[in-house]
Structures are given as structure tokens and as C-alpha cells.
């Protein structure tokens, strides 16, 4: 169960909870291969809840060119 951050703060930053898994789920695979944390923080120990932390952040934002594909 999420706690922080809250979905109704994700759904702010993404138009669909469709949107707010798979931006969610490509980030934390990123995270997972070990791209570079973007945070200084995170209240998360996981990949997944370090995502979400990030995309509340402002700091992961999909992509418009691949938004209509």
C-alpha cells in the first residue's frame, strides 16, 4: 500500500493511472540497471517507491514524443 507519496499527488503529475504504472514501472527499471538517483532523498528503500518519489518531484515526466505513439 502506498503511503507516501499519495496517487492523488502522482495524478497531479500523470493523466492516467495507466500512465502513472508504466511511467512508474520504466523508471524503476532504470533504477534497477543503476541509473543515477535524481533525489539527494528518498523515504523509499525501494526501486519502485524511489519512481514514484520522483515523479511527484517533477523530476520524471513522460516523454511527449512517445505519448501518441
Wanted: hydrophobic content about 40%; aromatic content about 4%; proline content about 3%.
Amino acid at each position: 500500500m502506498i503511503l507516501y507519496p499519495s496517487v492523488d499527488d502522482l495524478l497531479e503529475r500523470v493523466d492516467s493511472r495507466y500512465s502513472l504504472i508504466m511511467l512508474a514501472s520504466k523508471r524503476a527499471h532504470q533504477l534497477d540497471e543503476g541509473k543515477v538517483e535524481l533525489l539527494d532523498k528518498y523515504s523509499s528503500q525501494k526501486n519502485v517507491g524511489k519512481a514514484l518519489e520522483e515523479i511527484v518531484a517533477g523530476d520524471v515526466v513522460i516523454d511527449p514524443k512517445e505519448k501518441d505513439l
